[in-house]
């Protein structure tokens, strides 16, 4: 069909004549076209260099009749920046996200992008200028009203912003290599629980980055300004070295954190190659570092003694509730549960196992412990498999209380180096999990457990035998082990203990 200059620049004659008069059709196009003006949601210049010559037809007509056919890729070099076409496509089922934006997407609330907080309010208002302004506005809104901040929509933009958000409290930015949408037990226990916590004093407010929130930043672009008081950094980060500089630079207080002796990590751990590429970055936050907090004593003699405290792991209350009683009737049951690199723990006691299996009726459950790697044989132990979503804390806490039915728990670990650095957490669980234990007679428990009263420890495979068989003779002696290891747990082992020691921290280091 040819049309003159003329028609071809005047959008609602052209949009009539394409539209044969089909009163619905010239509607949308026309409503369509003033939208995507109003918002300027094409850059001409960019539509030009990929479209060519448009035989003098207005770039957005040209846009809704024949570059609506573009890839998405194509389109997204043209359209603006802030409307994320994949996004949009796949988080609303649309096929022609712009049109569909305009004509739909707008009046129900959608979102243009993964960081969009309802930031678009009016279509007549460009696009870009309206996100950011918007943007600004609800980030200072919430930074200004909110204590604990885990939102990527507030996190990211705050941190890449030019100047900081002036508040009568201490801002602190924590970073863990785990995503807070998927909390792991490490930045669980050692910092979300402590700081959700301590940010109900409203002398705070904590700003919580995981990996999810890494993916989405310009790291470049970080920090601008003194954005924080005290950053809190755990184990490793992708950026540890840019985000230390900043620091520096702007006069930002540091902490690691740390319940692992990373630095130590052996040959033999899938972790040993990636720590080794970055552990000089490691090693220049530790020493610029003001402070280093360390789960266990062990693991603070690994450090300077002048800026290292000890914070115990601790009973998280808010994951999963006391078991009133241990197990009293059915099959007598035995069990270990661990992450899957554990295997050389668990043949510790593969002989032991078998041994008392010669003698007595029961079942040795194992949750985790080995991968299929590993290539074990199963004939001694039975393996119960992992929930979906395993690594989730708030989540595998409550599936192992309600599947687990063990009389005793067996806890061995290798004595290495970087064990003897680990915590007695499995004793605080199983305590809570009213199962008395046995434990490998290592600096780990050997500070906790006392033997003979709140558990066993065992040292040779003797002693294995030996304590585990008289808890399986002795209900009694159960009884007593799992009251006086929860007595212990719920007198030392207080999230408010920990709670007061990075109030106190933080607090001095501001």
């Known amino acids: 069909m040819f049309f003159s200059k003329s028609i071809k620049n005047n959008p609602k004659a052209y949009i009539s004549l394409k539209s044969k008069g089909n009163p619905q059709k010239i509607s949308q196009y026309n409503k369509a076209y003033s ?179 890494f993916v989405m930043m310009d790291i470049d672009n970080i920090l601008r300004s003194k954005l924080f008081d005290v950053v809190v950094v755990q184990r490793i980060l992708p950026f540890l070295d840019v985000l230390r500089e900043k620091c520096e630079k702007y006069d930002i207080k540091l902490i690691y954190e740390t319940d692992d002796d990373l630095l130590g990590v052996e040959k033999n751990s899938p972790s040993y190659e990636y720590v080794t590429r970055v552990s000089k970055s490691i090693n220049n936050f530790i020493d610029r570092a003001d402070m280093i907090t360390v789960s266990t004593p062990t693991l603070a003699s690994k450090f300077d003694e002048n800026k290292t405290e000890v914070i115990r792991n601790y009973y998280v209350d808010s994951v999963f509730d006391i078991k009133e009683d241990i197990k009293k009737d059915g099959k007598l049951k035995l069990g270990y549960y661990g992450t899957l690199t554990h295997s050389k723990d668990l043949f510790l006691i593969k002989n032991v196992i078998l041994k008392l299996k010669e003698k007595y009726d029961f079942d040795f459950e194992v949750i985790g412990g080995f991968n299929e790697s590993d290539n074990v044989d199963e004939d001694w132990f039975r393996s119960i498999e992992l929930p979906p979503n395993n690594m989730n804390f708030e989540e595998f806490m409550p599936w192992l209380s309600k599947t687990v039915d063990w009389d005793i728990a067996v806890v061995p670990l290798e004595d290495s180096s970087f064990n003897q650095c680990k915590s007695e957490l499995k004793f605080i669980e199983l305590a809570v999990l009213a199962i008395p234990g046995v434990y490998s007679d290592m600096c780990v428990y050997n500070s906790i457990v006392e033997d003979g009263v709140n558990g066993f420890l065992a040292s040779n495979e003797e002693e294995w035998v030996q304590k585990i068989e008289k808890l399986i003779s002795d209900k009694h002696l159960r009884i007593k082990f799992r009251n006086n290891a929860l007595n212990k747990v719920l007198s030392d082992y207080r999230l408010e203990d920990r709670v007061n020691q990075w109030d106190s921290i933080l607090s001095k280091l501001r």
């Open 35 to 213: 939208r995507i003006k109003s918002l300027n949601m094409l850059d001409e210049i960019k539509y030009r260099e990929i479209h060519g010559n448009l035989n003098d037809l207005d770039y957005i007509l040209h846009y809704l009749y024949y570059g609506v056919n573009d890839s998405l890729d194509t389109q997204q070099a043209y359209v603006c920046d802030v409307f994320n076409l994949e996004f949009y496509k796949n988080t609303y089922n649309s096929e022609n996200p712009v049109i569909d934006y305009v004509l739909n997407g707008f009046d129900n609330n959608y979102c243009i992008n993964i960081l969009d907080n309802n930031y678009i309010n009016t279509l007549e208002i460009h696009l870009f200028n309206q996100y950011f302004a918007n943007e600004r506005k609800k980030v200072e809104d919430i930074v200004s009203d909110s204590f604990y901040i885990t939102d990527k929509r507030t996190l990211i933009p705050y941190i890449q912003r030019e100047e900081p958000i002036v508040v009568d409290r201490i801002r602190v930015g924590v970073f863990t290599n785990d995503p807070f949408e998927n909390l792991a037990p490490c930045p669980y226990i050692r910092l979300h629980a402590l700081f959700s916590k301590l940010s109900e004093s409203e002398r705070y407010t904590f700003f919580m980055y995981g990996m999810d929130s």
